[in-house]
């Protein structure tokens, strides 16, 4: 194995290489080759290769299966257009995926001089505060914090939370019709109690989202930020010339 110019972990190299033949070598479904195979090629020990490999599946570029071997991934069913539908249960159904929430925290706190700026309100107005988990076929996709004003969603209650997607609660049950978004997207690395949640390294890639959310009278009624796995999304622009 060739020596690198920055001191790294050989396990980490190994990655690297492998991560490039995935890039350009092999295709969805092709069979790596063994640990054994692995290990004499790169003079590697097989409790390195294990590492190596593990760390290729938790970045979803792997599948390892018992007693058959390790394969390419197929990522192009793995990933998500963002920029299809605001829901992203609808946007997971729509794929044939089975989405789920876990709502990890629902609070009611004072708007700081920050929240305050981005939702056009005044510092210590009350929001809704709530953070979710949203996974499709048991895989933890990202971390969502969500705010909304507490004057737009009053009596608004976990239990109905859990019952319906958000979207849903505000436009059927509140009647705020939503106008448009604005999201802004920036590649990022996973901080620790983020790489926690969904299951992936510290400082793995990830994308960084912000959505605003405004009704019809261009009032914002939510405002949202998400940690996405890097693996498991992309955005599609389209851009149209007009003439």
Known sequence: MAPRA???PLYDQLVDILMEKIDHEYRPGDLLPSERELSERYGLSRTTVRLA????EQLGLVVRKHG????VMDRSNNLTN???TYSF???MRAMGRVPETTILEFAEIDADKNLAEKMGILPGDRLFKLKRLRSADGTPMM???TFLPVR????LKRNLLESMPLYNIIEQVYSEKIRFAEEEFYASVARPSDA???DIAESAPVLDLERVTYNTSNEVIEYTLSVARADQFKYRVVHQRTP
């Open 6 to 8: 920055r001191k790294q």
């Open 53 to 56: 490999l593990s760390e290729l």
């Open 68 to 71: 058959r071997g390790t394969f």
């Open 82 to 84: 963002l920029m299809q």
């Open 89 to 91: 249960t609808d946007q």
């Open 143 to 145: 971390v969502e914090q």
């Open 152 to 155: 737009k969603f009053l009596a």
């Open 196 to 198: 926690h949640i969904l």
